[in-house]
């Protein structure tokens, strides 16, 4: 899910990239095709910029773009894209806009610009309008909307039998036709080929001849959708903690990504035990951890923002731990783990699972990972924790069981781009849920047009992580001085 944008598919695990898991619905009887290319956008009327309406952040401004809801029909039904911008803050040296693809999915491109706008290199802000948007079914964007107490009867992706097997899929359905009717018909148009369509008509909006992209995480699936569409409307494209919707299987999907989340506890391992300052320096590490997952196992490990509230061990591996992983904060997951392993225990008790965000269907509608029973199901938790065996439950398997039986409008596919220039494609080597073998297939997946700038760091996103990073991409973006093939930038302390 989910992945700094957002969040694959981890948007509970941290709010900010992608790549967040988010986690689905319902039935499929069969795998629609992706919506025809037509040779122009059908947006709706002139952006009609005005303040934001957020006072403690001046200086961006919000607009609204309609669009098809089904880019397939164009002249049905319509909703409105909210969109928000900062200038540049040097408009004698501007380029043009940028536009940042969001993470998630389920992240809102909106509260970026108007709240986190440091997320951007002072020089990319000093040179375009940096310009964002939320994503159809999120935000301000026909926000899909899901009951709540359905949500909160979601089942526990710890599945025992066949027929909790068959109760997480007849659930699916009920909560996919429950945010349906909540929704309205843009509900089964959340995929990324819809969204490729919308940022098309946005660039037209803008009046920008091409296309200046950065995506983040989940984003950057729809940067390399949008290059595959339309590769000749591209200037420059970053993308950053890369997703590789080329990973079809759903036992490579789940084994990628616990393998890249593994790598990251190994790497907070190996740093605490030559790190001095390491809140457990000296002490087995693996060992404090697994005490601490055995005791939110029972029920008795408080959960550290709700006092007297127990913590469960998904939680303290997806909220906890992943949480850092993305920020690279190893002290602070030190010091977190060493604070609840002194904590008093709680008397035993029954823990629950958080529902997933109703940003579900998007990631269902983009990933076909299908699972014929509960046997197979079984099979794969063992897989992830054989892959994984520090952190059981990661949410990728959470997002497995919420799309039990989705429908599919945009599976999986090797990109096939002809005549885009030059694409930036930017990972980390230990990127918790973005992992490196992902940056290195869709750079080779471009082919000649493929650039990959290597981070030798940690952490989830990468684009601004020390000057040789920071550099290379800003100047890509502002003048298109491409870095050198087989670019690597040295880590930085986090």
Same mark, same amino acid.
């Given at each position: ?26 039935? #499929? ?203 000749r409307r591209v200037r420059a494209m970053v993308l950053e903690s890369v997703m590789d919707h080329s990973v079809r299987a759903t036992r490579d999907f789940l084994r ?36 601490? #997952? ?201």
């Amino acid at each position: 899910m989910p992945l700094r944008g957002g969040n694959a598919l981890w948007r509970i695990a941290a709010r900010g990239t992608a790549m967040v898991v988010a986690a689905g619905t319902a039935v #499929l009887t069969g795998l629609a095709a992706a919506p025809a290319v037509h040779a122009s956008p059908s947006a709706e009327g002139a952006l009609r910029w005005a303040p934001c309406d957020a006072p403690e952040k001046p200086g961006a401004e919000c607009a609204t773009l309609s669009v098809p809801v089904d880019w397939t029909h164009p002249g049905g039904p319509r909703l409105d894209l909210a969109v928000a911008r900062r200038k540049a803050t040097d408009p004698g040296a501007r380029v043009g806009a940028m536009v940042f693809g969001p993470g998630g999915p389920g992240d809102s491109g909106v509260e970026m610009v108007v709240g986190r706008i440091s997320r951007f290199s002072p020089e990319v802000r000093r040179r375009f309008d940096i310009v964002s948007f939320d994503p159809r079914g999120v935000g301000g964007s026909n926000p899909v909307t899901c009951s709540g107490a359905l949500l909160a009867e979601r089942p526990s992706p710890e599945l025992r039998s066949q027929a909790d097997f068959d109760a997480t899929m007849a659930y699916n359905r009920r909560l996919r036709a429950d945010c349906r009717a909540r929704t309205g018909p843009v509900f089964d148009h959340l995929d990324t080929s819809q969204t490729v369509r919308d940022v098309d008509a946005l660039r037209a909006a803008l009046g920008e001849r091409e296309l200046t992209f950065h995506g983040s995480s989940y984003g950057t699936l729809l940067g390399a959708q949008y290059a595959e569409t339309y590769p000749r409307r591209v200037r420059a494209m970053v993308l950053e903690s890369v997703m590789d919707h080329s990973v079809r299987a759903t036992r490579d999907f789940l084994r990628s990504e616990a393998a890249a989340a593994e790598d990251s506890f190994r790497e907070f391992v190996k740093w605490c035990d030559g790190a001095a300052d390491c809140a457990l320096h000296g002490r087995d590490v693996r060992a404090v951890w697994q005490g601490l #997952l055995a005791r939110a196992g029972r029920g008795e490990l408080a959960d550290p923002a709700k006092p007297g509230a127990p913590l469960s061990s998904s939680d303290l591996v997806n909220k906890i731990a992943f949480r850092k992983f993305y920020k690279a904060d190893h002290a602070g997951l030190a010091t977190a783990i060493a604070g609840m392993e002194a904590s008093e225990p709680l008397p035993a008790s029954p823990t629950s699972t958080a529902p997933l965000p109703p940003a579900t269907p998007v990631f269902c509608s983009d990933w076909h990972l299908p699972v014929r029973d509960y046997e197979e199901y079984a099979s794969l938790v063992a897989l992830m924790n054989r892959t994984a065996p520090d952190l059981p439950y990661l949410l990728p398997i959470h997002m497995a069981a919420a799309c039990l039986g989705a429908p599919t409008a945009n599976p999986q596919h090797r990109l096939d781009v002809h005549g885009a220039p030059p694409v930036l494609v930017s990972n980390a080597l230990h990127d918790p849920a973005t992992g490196y073998p992902w940056a290195v297939s869709v750079a080779r997946q471009f082919g000649r047009s493929g650039v990959l700038l290597t981070y030798e760091g940690h952490g989830h996103g990468s684009v601004t992580s020390g000057p040789c990073m920071e550099d290379a991409v800003d100047s890509y973006l502002t003048d298109l001085a491409v870095p050198a093939r087989g670019t690597h930038c040295p880590a930085v302390p986090s």
